[in-house]
């Protein structure tokens, strides 16, 4: 394994010192070639290498959470120094870095290193994260806070320039502390599968990749955002929104605003507004590199009959009708179309693959609040954009990522891993597609309804069940079954009340109120294994009283009556029980109405890989987190309304 690694302690010296070498082509050419292509031999050494090293797992908590707080401190320390490291390769202005996404990740591994010693853990294995040249370095917190603080170590799996601050990063540790491996980095050119059926535990990422998925996939999606402005609000800051989060890259995460929608009654004057502000209060673009892609843009607008507009700065805007597309994330462009009403404008900004963020501008609380419920995304911001806490849980949506980050939650995402996946071990049956279609097709319908019942109306329909399996249980109770296993739902059941789980919170938060809903993940497919004692209860319990609709394949064979007399007890849709096979684990997988898939086994090659399989723990942290969205809404004080 042979590759050149660039001297990390010469650039902080020679960028603090503002000295630079003389032959600025000498580092071009090291940052292009420290992250080689490593053979499979030599990358399936480091890998064991990496993997046999647990002198950090080996830390006790208040060691690790120092060790963590330093590292924080340091890269506070090097500021500057990313600053020009940023500058001299991805020949930006560091204004961003400098003021938002450096002290975020700062922020961010700081809060993992305090949770870090109120809970007591130390898990041993390897977290994978993949980074591309459009990664923001705000991104890393949300992957070394929780991975670090619970134990893992980390492999980042990096393009040449990403790769950069990655070794940066690496030598910083090393400083403070950090044994040898805890943090490494290898070239995205490596074979991706060798990492893959590795000691990997968990899988992160910054973009979808075919080459790099898995069933313990974890991601956040860069993507584009929309921004709804309605007559009701204030203009001006508005047009300062959509110029920051759409050429400023103003956010914390890649996902910049290109889809812009104006009340018509406002249209006109909006625009006016917003041509005068990218004409005077926008810097000059840089090189264009994206040259290509904006022609395609203006190509589609022509064919389309879409106006265009562009800024003496080279900003372009498409005006009145939809032409921007997920590759236009970097071009310099905007669209911005009309909308009549509240619904339409909800109606459009659903209409895409994204669900991560939405920015709302209104000074109506009413509209407010039914927009912001209405959206069908992870992060809503009122009067603002861009807004993010360490300690605020987020769940992407839809093609935007999957997984938690941030907060207890985020860090539960990795510590309840499971760790127990099996190989197949069922019989690959035959089974009867139109009785897997109806059963989806029923909970999809019934679903709706279910999920708008109070929790407390489904609570006592819930209790109903417990009391038909007090009362039945002598009748399926058998050698391999006792009677503590069916005790053991009234335990989980009252279990999950007391806990009251996943409450709307409504909280002031500096400058901001946020108010953090949870809402149901919709259809809900679960293997439950032979072996009864996996038969996840909590998992069933929580899915149904936080208003999802499930759909088990059931292994154990003794058990199917059982559960068909259990699901009779609650509305029809609500839960299904099927006997396990293998076509219908295929057929559920396949099936758009399904929304998740706790399986229990490793995925077989033939069946393929896709974002709705996810492993889940016997553990109610983790099922909880598993089975609901949350939904963050911010909302602007200074601005004059509450949320």
Known sequence: MSFKKINCELIKDVFESMKYVEKKEDFRGAMGEFLKHQ????????????????????????????????????????????????????????????????????????????????????????????????????????????????????????????????????????????????????????????????????????????????????????????????????????????????????????????????????????????????????????????????????????????????????????????????????????????????????????????????????????????????????????????????????????????????????????LFYNKDIMGFTGSKVSYEEKDILKSITSAKNAQPKWKSIEKSVKIKQFSALIKFIENNKNKFKNDEISEEWFREWKTFFYQYIDSNQNPSILSPYKEYNLNISYSPKGVLVAEFTKYISNHNKRLLIASILQGNCLVVLNQYDKLQGFYNELSEQLPTGVLKVLPYSYGASGAAVKNPMVDCYFNEYKIDEKLGLCDKFMSVSNCWSDVNNKVSYVKNVWSNIGQGYLV
């Open 39 to 414: 053979t499979t031999e030599e990358l399936k050494v480091l890998l064991s290498s990496i993997s046999k090293n647990d002198k950090w797992s080996e830390l006790s908590n208040e060691n690790r959470s120092d060790l963590l707080d330093k590292f924080a401190t340091e890269i506070e320390k090097a500021i500057d120094s990313f600053a020009e490291l940023e500058r001299r390769i991805k020949k930006v202005e560091t204004v961003f870095l400098k003021e938002k996404s450096l002290p975020y990740l700062v922020k961010t591994l700081r809060y993992y290193a305090n949770l870090c010693q109120l809970v007591k853990v130390g898990q041993k294995g390897l977290v994978v994260c993949k980074l591309s040249d459009n990664s923001c370095i705000s991104l890393l917190g949300y992957t070394l806070g929780p991975a670090l603080a619970t134990g893992f170590k980390v492999l980042f799996v990096s393009s040449p320039k990403m790769g950069c601050f990655i070794e940066f990063i690496v030598s910083l540790a090393l400083r403070v502390g950090f044994p040898k491996e805890t943090i490494s980095v290898i070239s995205e050119d490596n074979n991706l599968d060798v990492v893959l059926k590795h000691a990997t535990v968990v899988h992160c990422f910054d973009n979808v990749d075919d080459k790099f998925q898995s069933e313990r996939m974890l991601g956040i999606v860069p993507l584009l955002m929309p921004i709804i402005i309605f007559d009701s609000s204030d203009l001006d800051s508005a047009c300062d929104s959509v110029i920051n989060s759409t050429w400023k890259d103003q956010l914390v995460f890649t996902s910049l605003a290109k889809e812009i929608f104006v009340q018509e009654t406002i249209y006109e004057v909006f625009i006016k507004k917003l041509k005068d502000k990218i004409n005077f209060s926008t810097s000059k673009l840089g090189n264009n590199n994206f040259s290509e892609t904006l022609q395609n843009l203006l190509l589609d607008a022509e064919k389309n009959g879409v106006e265009t507009y562009t800024s003496h700065y080279g900003h372009v805007l498409f005006l009145g009708g939809r032409v921007i597309s997920k590759d236009s994330s970097a071009a310099p462009c905007a669209s911005v179309s009309a909308f009549r009403n509240i619904d339409e404008a909800i109606a459009l900004a659903n209409n895409n693959v994204q669900g991560f963020s939405a920015s709302v501008w209104t000074e109506n609380i009413g509209i407010a609040n039914y927009v912001a419920q209405k959206l069908d995304v992870c992060n809503v911001w009122i009067n603002s954009f861009g807004i993010y806490s360490p300690d605020v849980t987020f769940t992407p949506r839809k093609l935007s990522g999957k997984g938690y980050f941030g907060g207890l939650q985020g860090f539960h995402d990795l």
